[in-house]
């Protein structure tokens, strides 16, 4: 049975660090570095976002 290649996985406000570091590698992947760093929210901003409880839907 193959493996996936990823995992998802939905932040905790312990994962600050995680999602500053999505924000690096963002700005790398898109070529867009100054966008992703320059205006970084803080990381009580950043605690509080990730502790939100985020609901994903398709809509048509």
Known sequence: ???????I???SSNDVHMMEAMLTMFGD???DVN?????RPDS????AY???SISLRSSR
């Open 29 to 31: 992947a898109f070529e």
């Open 35 to 39: 966008t992703y760093n320059s205006a």
């Open 1 to 7: 049975m193959p493996t996936n290649p990823f995992t």
């Open 44 to 47: 009580t901003y950043l605690v």
């Open 50 to 52: 990730c502790a939100e």
């Open 9 to 11: 996985r939905l932040l």
